[in-house]
């Protein structure tokens, strides 16, 4: 099945590579020989997208030969699928042709890689936000925590590992998933209560106090002394 007529030589002359041959007339010795050659197909490697194989271009194979083909996708990228005449056969990253007896394309895909972000907020030890996003690889992107009244970033985290806290975190020439995790605390404030002269105030020295909370403040003067003036941030 591998093999066609290369020549039909009559008497040492060519006279052709049919499959059928008529003497005519024979008055003498004839000498003929057929000579049959291995048949040649063509295989077509084609790529789409970022990646390459090996071999590629067109590939010349015997009838009856196998031919693997290796698959090589670039940073960033990988391989999608391979078409052998316009069928799926995987995407693995070689696939090889047996038993070659026709001409055949081969068709290989590769894709830009993907990658989750997964950002997730708690207050007061309960989840309030959870969202996921895809980033491409390779890219930067900075992400940026819900703003909450009276609320901070009290510890952040990434992959698991703790990080210092702040109201975004960028992430740089993403090649992996990414899980960061967001726990808003409530803010508290100091007020300094200090006097000059004699006198006292109610609190003393410092005291915290929560966001958006009220503080009574009480002045009383000693004897002998009078409230002149009371001073807020200077």
């Known amino acids: 099945d591998c093999y066609e007529v290369d020549s039909v030589i009559v008497n040492g002359i060519y006279v052709g590579n049919m499959s059928a041959y008529t003497l005519y007339n024979i ?11 291995l048949l040649e ?3 077509n490697v084609s790529t ?12 010349a194979v015997y009838c009856g030969d196998s031919l693997p083909i290796t698959m090589s996708a670039d940073e960033c990228h990988s ?25 055949h394309q081969v068709v290989v895909s590769f894709a830009t890689d993907f990658y989750q972000v997964t950002t997730v907020v708690t207050m007061n030890g309960n989840e309030v936000s959870r969202n996921i996003f895809a980033m491409m690889c390779g890219s930067d992107t900075l992400v940026e925590f ?17 990080v210092p806290a702040a109201a975004n975190y960028l992430l740089t020439n993403i090649h992996q998933d990414y899980l960061l995790e967001v726990n808003l605390t409530e803010q508290q404030y100091w007020v300094v209560a ?13 005291t915290y106090v929560g966001c958006g909370q009220n503080l009574d403040l009480t002045f009383e003067a000693a004897e002998g002394w009078y409230l002149y003036d009371v001073l807020l941030d200077g």
Do not use: K
């Open 27 to 37: 008055t003498d010795n004839q000498d003929v020989r057929i000579v049959f050659g």
């Open 41 to 43: 197909y063509e295989v």
């Open 48 to 59: 789409i997208g970022g990646g390459n194989c090996s071999p590629s271009g067109n590939i």
């Open 79 to 103: 391989i999608d699928s391979i078409w052998v005449d316009g069928l799926y056969v995987g995407n693995n990253n070689s696939h090889t042709l047996y038993d070659i007896t026709g001409n």
């Open 146 to 162: 819900p703003e909450v009244a009276c609320y901070g970033v009290g510890t952040l985290s990434v992959n698991g590992n703790v």
């Open 194 to 206: 200090e006097i000059q002269g004699e006198g006292s105030v109610m609190p003393a020295d410092t």
